[in-house]
């Protein structure tokens, strides 16, 4: 099973390009979540949704957007990159509240 | 305050020996605990979840302390793939839609 795929794997932009992230998960999972990973730090929370058509801001949502409009993808658009968003992307999923989520395996994104 | 803080570490631990450590959470109203596992900025894995009476997985075993909040993870007979960074993960009572609460994790390096 591939659980949970992330695309791409690696990423360089220049300052003010845009780009988007896509998570595709195959385990019939209603929540989706999109986390950014900063050396030292912890796992925080960007954006989320509950099920198709929904998406709900996290804990640090400023500078990007997302949409659900399928079940299964979760996509992530920074509209304009600036070198603070230089991190590792996490993308996650789970059947619901209560549950552990299962992870992609990350997009490593720089921003010069 | 953090709503789960973990010691840092590094946790230096002689192949073969036992380690523990723990995790303390804020929120007393909080309803499920899990131990994940990352290697080297790679995604978060589930290594177990903690129950109310302690659970043991192989080497493996969580503790959960709800009066003085917080959970604990033992690993014995410690091997050399056992180094990484161990994350904590709470879901708060409050937490409606399935998010997670990480903590920044503990790193464990288990040396020859």
Known sequence: NAGVTQTPKFRVLKTGQSMTLLCAQDMNHEYMYWYRQDPGMGLRLIHYSVGEGTTAKGEVPDGYNVSRLKKQNFLLGLESAAPSQTSVYFCASNRGQGQPQHFGDGTRLSIL | ?112
Do not use: H
């Open chain 2, 1 to 112: 305050r953090k709503e789960v803080e973990q010691d840092p570490g590094p946790f230096n631990v002689p192949e073969g020996a036992t380690v523990a450590f723990n995790c303390t959470y804020s929120n007393s109203a909080s309803q499920s605990f899990f131990w994940y596992r990352q290697d080297c900025r790679k995604e978060p894995k589930l290594l177990m979840s903690v129950y109310s009476s302690g659970n043991e997985d192989g080497r493996f075993t969580a503790q959960l302390n709800r009066a003085s909040q917080y959970i604990s993870l033992l690993i014995r007979d410690s091997k050399l793939s056992d180094s990484a960074t161990y994350l904590c993960v709470v879901i708060p009572e409050w937490a409606s839609w399935g998010k997670l609460q990480f903590g920044s994790g503990t790193q464990v390096v288990v040396t020859p």
